[in-house]
């Protein structure tokens, strides 16, 4: 088996799978049920797991998640002992999991976290991963979808329906568009059963962006619970999207702080913090030529939404009505990928200053919003 080569996309997602994780594993230790339960019983399947590492040592996704579970539960103070971590692990390539096993059972983590291994299809894994849980009563499952390509036959719309039937789960998708802008032309079959696309249409979509709009837009029709899903466009140097990564969740507080941890990775200004390590430039191996390329590149694959965004989304529903702060609150959560820590002092503030809106009222919460025609 070979192993994959640590590409910078591999390592941007990462970062952002990472953030979610911990927010969420956090969360549901230290939360209870609607019932006053605890959640007893917190499952995190990865039907695309790859062998746990990349060329040179870099940690892959099953690896990231055990050592953020385990770090949680090892800094826990009153130890929840009646919790269970489950995770189960699969890649359709049998010496990719052996791999991966090798390389856990080397480790020592703590002993709530039970793993399971398969080497099958993902879509056979999704229905046996739901099957085994359901039985479970309090609990709550993430499931992180990351394949190299779109297809039915990869991870199907039936699968990730199936997923989602169930109110106790989330899903990471890693939608790679570019795919299927690279090759619908050629193979058009591959993707119209994934996408619904009509066969034989001429009316074949060109853009990643209109590719994730069919994908989400079919999975809220097919759907027949609430459900919330949040985009972010990852683009490349010369500004072509790569990949989605699509959040999708039942619950508008969990859809809130997965926007929130998001956010707080990427470069929206909202969270930007200096790093306070400008000195240590000085000392880097590289020079300053080398520098100015490397942070390039860092940048080059970027989140495309910027908070600036936010003001267009807001004119474009608001446009010549008058509301108040709570339905701009609720819009915002429900509809778009930004949180509320981007509503006031980033959009409606700058938005008053340049004349767009007129605010009645003496603080912001209980103001009417008068948007201009
Ligand atoms: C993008 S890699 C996963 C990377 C991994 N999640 C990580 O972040 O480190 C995709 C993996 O899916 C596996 N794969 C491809 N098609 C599959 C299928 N239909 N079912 C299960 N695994 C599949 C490949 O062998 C590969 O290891």
């Given amino acids: 088996m070979i192993l994959d080569v640590y590409k910078e996309q591999t390592e941007h997602k990462h970062k952002y799978l990472r953030a979610y994780l911990a927010t ?7 939360h209870k049920t609607i019932t006053n339960e605890k959640y007893n019983q917190i499952i995190y399947v990865d039907s695309f797991s ?18 953020i579970f385990n770090n949680i539960l090892k800094a826990e103070k009153n130890k929840k002992l009646d919790i269970e971590v489950k995770c189960y692990f699969n890649d359709y390539d049998k ?20 793993i399971k291994y398969n080497a099958i299809t993902a879509n056979e894994h999704i229905v046996e991963v739901m099957k085994e849980i359901k039985k479970y ?15 039915d036959d990869v991870v199907s719309l039936e699968s990730l329906k199936l997923i989602l039937e169930n109110n106790d789960t989330e899903i990471i998708f890693n939608h790679m568009v570019s795919d299927v802008v690279r090759n619908i032309k050629n193979y058009p079959e591959k993707y119209e059963t994934f996408y619904q696309l009509e066969k034989n249409t001429l009316n074949i979509p060109k853009k990643g962006k209109e590719f994730n709009d069919i994908f989400t837009n079919n999975l809220k029709k097919e759907i027949n619970k609430e459900i919330y899903i949040a985009s972010y466009e990852f683009l490349n140097t010369k500004n072509v999207t790569i990949y989605f990564l699509v959040f999708i969740t039942h619950h508008p507080t969990g859809y809130e702080k997965m926007k929130e941890a998001i956010w707080k990775v990427s470069d929206g200004e909202l ?13 880097s191996l590289f020079s300053n030529e080398d520098n100015t390329k490397l942070k390039q590149e860092k940048r080059a694959i970027n989140i495309k939404n910027k908070v600036e965004d936010l003001k267009g989304i807001l004119i474009q529903k608001f446009r010549g009505k008058e509301v108040n702060y709570e339905e701009i609150y609720e819009f915002v959560l429900k509809y778009t990928i930004f949180t509320k820590g981007h509503i006031q002092q980033k959009t409606l503030s700058p938005l008053e200053k340049e004349g767009k809106l007129i605010r009645i009222g003496t603080n912001i919460s209980n103001s009417i919003y008068k948007f201009k025609e």
Avoid at 24 to 30: D, Q, R, V
């Fill in 24 to 30: 969420w594993f956090k969360i549901l230790i230290s």
């Fill in 50 to 67: 790859n062998a746990g590492e990349y060329t040179k040592h870099e940690k892959g996704s099953p690896l990231i998640a055990l050592e």
């Fill in 95 to 114: 010496t990719r999991v052996e791999y991966l096993e090798e390389l856990i059972n080397k480790e020592s983590f703590d002993r709530r976290i039970k």
């Fill in 137 to 151: 009563s309090s609990k709550k499952a993430l499931f992180f979808i990351d394949p190299y390509s779109v297809a």
């Fill in 271 to 283: 969270y930007h913090k200096n790093t306070g390590n400008k000195n240590c430039e000085n000392l």
